[in-house]
């Protein structure tokens, strides 16, 4: 009897955490359309319809003689099919317009802290564009 009872819980616990990572991996796997407001996390890779992104980290550059204020940039690997680039987005100069960049034959533009479409962005937050020519 304690043999089944122990049985039945961890047959219990197993459907349990199965179900989790089955929800988990849908939703690193889903699609995510450009011009949408994106929570992003270090070594999370975000999917979309031509790219997928991940955040690699934060950079931090001291101040110099040149420029006397720390400047941060916020480091992205971007791939698209065998394609791929490292690209960062910085708000030291305190221009904080997007970071445009091209792979695999398309433009993006990449905005973090302001959109010029949507506005004010939380922290951890990015919206990624696919410019049309």
């Known amino acids: ?5 122990n049985l039945i819980k961890m047959s219990i616990a197993v459907s349990l955490i199965l ?3 089955m929800a988990c991996n849908h939703d690193l796997t889903q699609t995510i359309k450009y011009g949408q407001k994106v929570h992003y996390t270090k070594g999370n890779h975000l999917t979309f319809p031509n790219v997928t992104l991940e955040f690699i980290g934060l950079t931090e550059s001291p101040p110099s003689d040149l ?7 916020y480091d992205f690997n971007i791939c698209s099919g ?6 960062s987005w910085s708000s ?8 445009i ?3 695999d034959g398309n433009r993006y533009a990449l905005e973090l802290a302001l959109s010029d479409k949507l506005g004010v ?13």
Not at 1 to 5: A, K, T, W
Not at 67 to 73: A, T
Not at 122 to 132: A, H, M, P
């Open 1 to 5: 009897m304690l043999f089944e009872n």
């Open 19 to 21: 179900t989790t990572l």
């Open 67 to 73: 420029y006397p204020r720390r400047m941060y940039s």
């Open 82 to 87: 065998d394609q791929s680039l490292m690209i």
């Open 92 to 99: 030291g100069t305190g221009d904080i317009g997007p970071t």
């Open 101 to 103: 960049f091209e792979l």
């Open 121 to 133: 962005l939380e922290k951890n937050e990015l919206v990624l564009w696919k410019i049309d020519d």
